[in-house]
């Protein structure tokens, strides 16, 4: 590999079970999606591309996207896979594949990033394994991205991984899979699980 990767964050959600825009979400002191930007913009990821939609206005009032590209995806009540296609259209010629990340899942950092990226040299698809399954982030080569503009809906990206067409890697990762906020049960966990540390 060349060593140039893009890291994609999908913020674009609409936060319907939750009844505000979870990327404005407080946690440790800032915006819950700028966990995730800032934990992309620290890994070995040399491009990052963003994707928002849902209160997007709000969303770059209040995150900062510095050293980022940011897609605002206007189909993003459709589903994730709207995100990623609007997305891989920023990304860098030079990219030889992508690392996909959720913006609502602070709890993966950037050691687990970039080990993913380590072990991905000859892979086209790869996913993270926890101890209690597997999880993102996710890896994407370049030969797989035309596949990716075909997604649609909101769990394509997880048919495609469980399609059978193209071998998968496992990248083993300690611990269980980090929490993704989806509801306010979720958050409270969330919170709970930051004040025991």
């Known amino acids: ?3 140039f990767v893009t890291g994609l964050v999908l913020g674009a959600g609409a936060s319907r079970r939750l009844g505000q825009p979870k990327q404005l979400l407080d946690y440790r002191g800032s915006p819950l999606l700028q966990t995730a930007v800032n934990t992309m913009l620290a890994s070995r990821c040399r491009q990052v591309v963003v994707a928002i939609g849902g209160a997007a206005p709000e969303v770059r009032t209040n995150v900062d996207f ?3 590209t940011v897609v605002e995806n206007v189909a ?3 589903g994730c896979s709207s995100s990623i296609v609007a997305a891989l259209e920023a990304v860098d010629d030079r990219a030889e594949g992508l690392v996909l990340t959720l913006g609502d899942q602070p709890g993966v950092g950037v050691d687990t990033i970039d080990r993913l990226i380590a072990a991905t040299v000859d892979a086209e698809l790869a996913v993270c394994r926890y101890a ?3 999880g993102h982030p996710f890896w994407f080569a370049r030969p797989r991205f035309d596949e990716l503009r075909d997604l649609q809906g909101d ?4 048919k495609l ?3 059978g067409r193209h071998p998968v890697r496992e990248v083993e990762i300690d611990g269980t899979i980090p929490l993704d906020v989806d509801t306010w049960d979720d ?3 969330l919170l709970a699980a930051e004040s025991g540390r």
């Not at 769990?155 to 997880?158: D, L, N, Q, R």
Request: hydrophobic share 25%; with cysteine; proline share 0%.
């Open 132 to 134: 209690d399954g597997r």
């Open 187 to 189: 958050y409270e966990r």
């Open 1 to 3: 590999m060349s060593g």
């Open 66 to 68: 510095d050293g980022c």
């Open 161 to 163: 991984l469980e399609s």
């Open 76 to 78: 993003f009540t459709t």
């Open 155 to 158: 769990k394509a990206v997880w």
